[in-house]
């Protein structure tokens, strides 16, 4: 069975730094793209950035591009999304998703259950 | 980026009302869309790609169609577990961009 299990909430300051988790099973971790997705509170979802954690080919969103670092270590199945000065805008639910297909372009199949990453003074 | 507009923003229909959703891209995408149910608290779950392939386990009641910019999702009998928000997103490139939702309400 495919499963993304995500790293649990986080209550952070701002200007504090973050890395939340997304640890994939059930299936060949490195050949599928895993991609990250914001959605702010009350809000509609946004794409942030995709991996494949085959070879850490990584693309940003424009938006995203320099807000956060996407990686991965596919020794242990997982990818990350990491903050090194967080604001309060950032407080969001974040969800990981795999690529339907291994390759080319392609919708999200499986998603993780969302961590929420709270940042308030 | 490619920008993609749903219509309505929040709809509500009584059960059994045949309900239509309309996503409208900015430029051509051929048939490289999906569209995604959300529940309230819950992540999103894929129902349909390529405008109009049903994923697996997903009920047939459910049912897309178009291409290039204009697609449509339809669910053919409402149910009050239908009570979502359904987005729609293309994957024409790696910038991949969600439509800003529609919420589906039971009269």
Same mark, same amino acid.
């Given at each position: 069975?495919?499963?993304?299990?995500?790293?649990?909430?986080?209550?952070?300051?701002?200007?504090?730094?973050?890395?939340?988790?997304?640890? $994939?099973?059930?299936?060949?971790?490195?050949?599928?793209?895993?991609?990250?997705?914001?959605?702010?509170?009350?809000?509609?979802?946004?794409?942030?950035?995709?991996?494949?954690?085959?070879?850490?080919?990584?693309?940003?969103?424009?938006?995203?591009? $320099?807000?956060?670092?996407?990686?991965?270590?596919?020794?242990?199945?997982?990818?990350?999304?990491?903050?090194?000065?967080?604001?309060?805008?950032?407080?969001?639910?974040?969800?990981?998703?795999?690529?339907?297909?291994?390759?080319?372009?392609?919708?999200?199949?499986?998603?993780?259950?969302?961590?929420?990453?709270?940042?308030?003074? | 980026?490619? =920008?993609?507009? =749903?219509?309505? %923003? /929040?709809?509500?229909?009584?059960?059994?009302?045949?309900?239509?959703?309309?996503?409208?891209?900015?430029?051509?995408?051929?048939?490289?869309?999906?569209?995604?149910?959300?529940?309230?608290?819950?992540?999103? *779950?894929?129902?349909?790609?390529?405008? %109009?392939?049903?994923? %697996?386990?997903?009920?047939?009641?459910?049912?897309?169609?178009?291409?290039?910019?204009?697609?449509?999702?339809?669910? %053919?009998?409402?149910?009050?577990?239908?009570?979502?928000?359904?987005?729609?997103? =293309?994957?024409?490139?790696?910038?991949? /961009?969600?439509?800003?939702?529609? *919420?589906?309400?039971? *009269?």
């Amino acid at each position: 069975e495919v499963q993304l299990v995500q790293s649990g909430a986080e209550v952070k300051k701002p200007g504090e730094s973050l890395k939340i988790s997304c640890q $994939g099973s059930g299936y060949s971790f490195t050949n599928y793209w895993i991609g990250w997705v914001r959605q702010m509170p009350g809000k509609g979802l946004e794409w942030m950035g995709i991996i494949y954690p085959g070879d850490s080919d990584i693309r940003y969103s424009p938006s995203s591009q $320099g807000q956060v670092t996407i990686s991965a270590d596919k020794s242990i199945s997982t990818a990350y999304l990491q903050w090194n000065n967080l604001k309060a805008s950032d407080t969001a639910m974040y969800y990981c998703a795999r690529q339907r297909v291994n390759s080319g372009w392609s919708s999200f199949d499986y998603w993780g259950q969302g961590t929420l990453v709270t940042v308030s003074s | 980026d490619i =920008q993609m507009t =749903q219509s309505p %923003s /929040t709809l509500s229909a009584s059960v059994g009302d045949r309900v239509t959703i309309t996503c409208r891209a900015s430029q051509s995408i051929s048939n490289w869309l999906a569209w995604y149910q959300q529940k309230p608290g819950k992540a999103p *779950k894929l129902l349909i790609y390529k405008a %109009s392939t049903l994923e %697996s386990g997903v009920p047939s009641k459910f049912s897309g169609s178009g291409s290039g910019t204009e697609f449509t999702l339809t669910i %053919s009998s409402l149910q009050p577990d239908d009570l979502a928000t359904y987005y729609c997103q =293309q994957y024409k490139s790696y910038s991949r /961009t969600f439509g800003q939702g529609t *919420k589906v309400e039971i *009269k």
